[in-house]
């Protein structure tokens, strides 16, 4: 069964450094998405992406987060300079488009920032 | 209370019982799901239900939809020990920019042998 397939699992980070988290969505699928989880908190929308634009982002997407889609397969995170609190499970979804309305998540990444 | 808030916060059943976990929320809904994530585990979609149904099926699972009272519940029958899991709904509203899906706080469910 198609998966989305997300890298690292986990990663650890000094303050202030970058990272970039990568992601392969479904093959087929148009709406790519970020999504994350701070420990004991709700999931949250970050940004989505569509037609190799951001459709639509939170208040949490700022300056500091962009996303890429570099080729036909893969969809990148990348969170510069980063801070303590960006500490959190980051998750990939994918979906085929606005009409099931079905996201289908990757397993997450885990990104630690000492 | 904010955009999709689950209730009870925890629930431990014994296996062989149903458990039942409602959701609220505040905004008109294009559709409401429920995603299932084991400890530390992606999300797992399970069930959607469109704002024009009121019920829906699948194997075990039975959701209700109730939009005048902003309202959804979901029952999982005959529960076993891989059911524990936290449960979340997640809604969609009528925006133009795909399924961006606002969840809720969840529910810990724990099923016990």
């Known amino acids: 069964e198609p998966e989305v397939t997300q890298t690292p699992s986990h990663q650890v980070t000094q303050m202030g450094q970058e990272v970039i988290l990568r992601c392969v969505p479904i093959s087929n699928h148009l709406y790519f998405y970020w999504y994350r989880q701070i420990l004991g908190q709700k999931v949250e929308f970050l940004v989505s992406f569509y037609n190799n634009e951001i459709s639509e982002k939170s208040e949490i997407f700022d300056d500091q987060f962009s996303v890429e889609r570099p080729d036909g397969s893969n969809f990148t995170l990348k969170i510069r300079s980063t801070k303590l609190e960006d500490s959190a499970m980051y998750f990939c979804?994918?979906?085929?488009?606005?009409?099931?309305?079905?996201?289908?998540f990757g397993e997450g990444s885990r990104l630690t920032v000492l | 209370s904010q955009q999709g808030e689950e209730d009870p916060q925890a629930l431990s059943i014994q296996e062989g019982e149903n458990a039942t976990m409602n959701c609220s929320y505040k905004t008109s809904i294009n559709n409401l799901q429920w995603y299932r994530q084991n400890s530390g585990r992606g999300l797992v979609h399970l069930i959607l239900i469109r704002s024009n149904e009121r019920e829906k099926h699948s194997g075990r699972l039975r959701v209700t939809l109730d939009t005048s009272k902003k309202s959804s519940s979901l029952l999982i029958t005959a529960s076993r020990a891989a059911d524990t899991a936290s449960y979340f709904c997640a809604t969609i509203g009528f925006t133009g920019g795909g399924n961006k899906l606002t969840f809720g706080t969840g529910t810990q469910l724990k099923v016990e042998l």
């Open positions: 979804a994918s979906s085929v488009g606005v009409v099931s309305g079905e996201l289908f």
